[in-house]
């Protein structure tokens, strides 16, 4: 009950769009652009749906964290 009303707070929900945009952005300067449209489909979708953008924002937090140890990997001593 009280994780029900939490997460259907405007406060919760704001943030988590915030966050999402934000994600959107940084792919986008990365010039990530599919990324990047399809966090601004999630954002939309969070708004109505906290859920949807948190774990949105779970799975690119892993996949930044993929792409930042190949490119480590990768790079010569």
Avoid: F
Wanted: net charge positive; aromatic share 4%.
């Amino acid at each position: 009950m009280v994780l029900k009303k939490l997460l259907g707070s405007t406060a919760t929900r704001s943030l988590t769009v915030v966050s999402v945009l934000g994600s959107a952005k940084r792919a986008l300067e990365r010039g990530n652009y599919v990324r990047a449209g399809l966090m601004l489909g999630v954002a939309v979708l969070a708004w109505k749906w906290v859920v949807i953008g948190m774990v949105a924002q779970g799975i690119v937090g892993l996949l930044m964290k993929d792409d930042s140890s190949d490119a480590s990997a990768s790079k010569p001593a």
